[in-house]
């Protein structure tokens, strides 16, 4: 088959998991009610964090950072999707297709490195609390943010471009959420061998190090708190990992099985239900992880919406 002209047919046809859903009409509305979630708690998480002064600290700036990046990763991928179902038009043009690949890329490759500078923020607080303020003055912390940043839209630029400018025949149709490289490469008119290797070498070098520095630092973080002689001392430090964790075990597992692992070990289905785990789910369930037994947080909030939202009492 000849490859299909993008001068003529610049678009390509998205087929998700509502596509595929026996209630796509349910699945429609959850993907709505999660979005809503993600864009209130993540709002509300960073309103609280930029407005509350007790909060400007490293470990929230850093939190602030990941809930900016959450918001605008779903941010891309499901608007896009509800309404496609909802209008029953799921064509994407080439050039939508191409930003939308290195949006995502971008975030979730931020992230990635973000995460694993928060677990070097509570290594430092943890095992160097006297020396904190200076391993964590904010220039290393902007510093911190700016290299996720950079690194992050270096490598979706190249991979973007590279993975675009293939010629694309068979069909139209990318069976996925979105707009990856897998999926997208499934429908590549040429050999695309030496490129899936690369691809796999960028998703061990982008995940392999980050993650080995986050366990690495968890590792020094639980043999100083088991030295620890105070109880309460112990409890509060392993509560404060333990959402980090939390985080670090859903993204990376996600991200593992859609960029390391290999082909053999793919299908259209479970491509699916993993890139709406880490696009949609986990951008609505992180602030909620770090913030509802955190009660430096909810205590910021109360404050924060007393001041702005609730009413004052009338003077008597």
Not at 201 to 229: E, K, N, Q, R
């Amino acid at each position: 088959m000849e490859p299909w002209n993008f001068t003529l047919r610049n678009d390509f046809i998205l087929v998700g998991i509502l596509d595929n859903s026996g209630s796509p009409e349910l699945l429609c509305a959850t993907f709505t009610a999660l979005y809503m979630l993600a864009l209130t708690s993540n709002g509300l998480l960073l309103l609280v964090i930029t407005v509350d002064a007790r909060l400007h600290v490293p470990m929230y700036f850093l939190l602030g950072q990941l809930s900016l990046m959450d918001l605008l990763f779903t941010s891309v991928v499901t608007p896009k999707a509800v309404i496609d179902f909802l209008l029953r038009d799921n064509t994407i043009t080439f050039e939508s297709c191409a930003l939308q690949m290195f949006l995502a890329l971008t975030l979730g490759g931020a992230e990635d490195l973000l995460l694993a500078f928060m677990a070097y923020d509570r290594y430092v607080a943890i095992c160097h609390p006297l020396n904190y303020m200076i391993f964590m003055r904010p220039s290393i912390c902007w510093l911190m943010v700016a290299i996720s940043w950079i690194l992050a839209s270096l490598m979706a630029l190249g991979y973007t471009t590279y993975t675009m400018q293939y010629p694309f025949c068979k069909s139209r149709k990318i069976r996925h959420l979105l707009c990856e490289i897998p999926p997208l490469l499934k429908l590549a008119c040429a050999d695309i061998s030496t490129y899936e290797l690369m691809v796999y070498v960028m998703g061990v070098t982008f995940l392999i190090p980050p993650l080995s520095a986050i366990l690495t630092s968890y590792s020094l973080i639980l043999f100083t708190v088991l030295h620890m002689p105070s109880n309460e001392s112990r409890k509060k430090a392993l509560f404060t990992c333990s959402s980090h964790l939390t985080v670090v075990g859903m993204f990376y597992g996600a991200a593992t099985f859609m960029y390391v692992l290999p082909s053999s070990f793919h299908s259209p289905r479970q491509d699916n239900i993993i890139s709406v785990f880490y696009t949609i789910v986990t951008p609505a369930l992180n602030p909620l992880i770090y913030s509802l037994r955190n009660k430096e947080v909810t205590g910021a909030l109360m404050r924060v919406l007393g001041r702005y939202i609730m009413p004052a009492n009338p003077t008597l």
